[in-house]
């Protein structure tokens, strides 16, 4: 690279490190709005108040009733920690999947992640029907995971096996068949255990409204995991955008990259996927929208990505709380209804280029 373009890249560098602390003043604003939403509980004006009056050295009349409180703490703030964890790791891992295999059309939903996560899922469902489990760890993440990893690397051969590499729709075209073949999967296993179809069918479209800080203890650990390795292959992944050949001729290791990359991401994503449902378009939403921002440097996608992502799916919970009251519409309904025009439309604008 000529001292130009170096100095360039350095500009552009600096400039969009300024758009990380606006992200993350969103997260924090999307974090307060999520708390405040909701169909029972105080005036929405209060809440800010009541989390201020629970700070240290901080004491504020806010007029909330414990009856309240505890609509606040126990049923709202989990809810909105766990839609921001899973927001935060499926655009993460998204982004991940589209920097190692050179595919911006990528994304955990379309690879098959998410439904291999989804047929280990339904496995543990059914064979721990009872809901009780003499495990000294929680199996559902990690058979989850071992779905989504076999997953993925069915997509992967499958996909380079018949042109991946040179093609973007190949890989996504492969993607979509392992997850059909997932799907047919776990209709055949629910349709022998009818009495966990129901439990199945509404983990399948997101559950973040049964959420529970348990939910969010239990997949902590694999978010954060699978996130510090993520961001350590950041400047790596930068380096991955040159090709396999010119990045091996750079010194980097491409086959310990992209297998570090994949299995971190695998295991965001099918741990995500274990306590939320099937939420899908996120991976692909919120990484095109952040490269629109700030071009194409995974040291400011992968950090951008992970803020605005949590952001995004606290958002898009919120509709589904207040549109059917007292019922709810799924989470994974409404990030359908903006994941599949916005794919619709990468794919027209991809079209257009060529």
Not at 273 to 301: M, Q, T
Not at 308 to 320: K, R
Not at 328 to 344: C, H, M, N, R
């Amino acid at each position: 690279m000529s001292t130009r373009e170096d100095s360039i890249a350095r500009t552009g560098w600096l400039v969009g490190r300024w758009w990380i602390p606006a992200a993350a003043v969103a997260m924090c604003a999307a974090l307060l709005l999520g708390a405040m939403v909701g169909p029972a509980g105080p005036t929405w004006w209060r809440v800010p108040l009541a989390l201020l009056d629970r700070l240290p050295l901080i004491s504020l009349d806010s007029g909330i009733s414990p009856r309240e409180w505890t609509i606040i703490w126990q049923i709202r703030m989990p809810r909105v920690v766990l839609a921001a964890l899973v927001g935060a790791t499926l655009s993460l891992s998204g982004a991940c999947y589209q920097g190692v295999f050179r595919n911006p059309l990528v994304d955990p939903y379309l690879l098959g992640v998410a439904a291999g996560a989804g047929l280990g899922a339904t496995v543990v469902f059914t064979v721990n029907r009872s809901g009780s489990s003499s495990w000294i760890v929680d199996p559902l993440p990690l058979v989850a995971f071992a779905g989504g990893l076999i997953a993925v690397a069915v997509t992967y051969l499958v996909g380079t096996a018949f042109g991946g590499q040179r093609s973007a729709a190949t890989l996504v075209l492969a993607g979509v068949a392992v997850t059909s073949l997932a799907t047919a999967m776990q209709t055949f296993v629910l349709q022998r255990n009818t009495e966990v179809i129901r439990q199945v069918y509404s983990w399948i479209l997101g559950r973040l409204s049964s959420a529970t800080w348990s939910d969010v203890r239990l997949v902590l650990p694999y978010v954060i995991l699978s996130c510090g390795v993520l961001f350590a292959h950041r400047r790596l992944l930068d380096v991955m955008r040159v090709g396999d050949d010119e990045a091996a001729a750079l010194g980097a290791s491409v086959k310990r990259i992209r297998i570090a990359v994949v299995i971190a991401a695998t295991l965001g994503t099918s741990a995500v996927v274990a306590v939320s449902g099937l939420i899908g378009f996120v991976g692909i939403i919120v990484p095109h929208a952040v490269r629109l921002l700030v071009g194409a440097s995974y040291r400011l996608i992968l950090p951008l990505s992970f803020l605005l992502g949590a952001s995004f799916l606290i958002v898009a919970d919120i509709p589904g709380r207040i549109l059917q009251n007292p019922s709810e519409t799924p989470i994974g309904v409404v990030t359908a209804f903006l994941g599949a025009p916005f794919f619709l439309l990468l794919l027209r604008t991809r079209q257009g280029t060529r």
